[in-house]
């Protein structure tokens, strides 16, 4: 893709590019952090993640 002559006014070169059209951000979209297999998410998150899930069963198996 060329650049055009509007590509170099002030206004274009000050546009933000990483917003939609609409302006609506995509709430869904998970964002890589760069660590782990893949570049998916930290493995320190995972690990929060791990232990909340056995605190959630212990808590579970509490609470009968």
């Known amino acids: ?18 917003e939609s059209k609409s302006g609506h951000r995509d709430d869904k979209h998970m964002r890589k952090d760069g660590g782990g297999p893949h570049g998916w998410g930290r493995l320190s998150d995972e690990k929060d993640l791990e232990e909340a899930a056995m605190q959630d069963e212990v808590d579970a198996s509490d609470s009968e």
């Open 1 to 18: 893709m060329t650049r055009t002559a509007r590509a170099t006014f002030p206004r274009a070169m000050n546009k933000d590019r990483s």
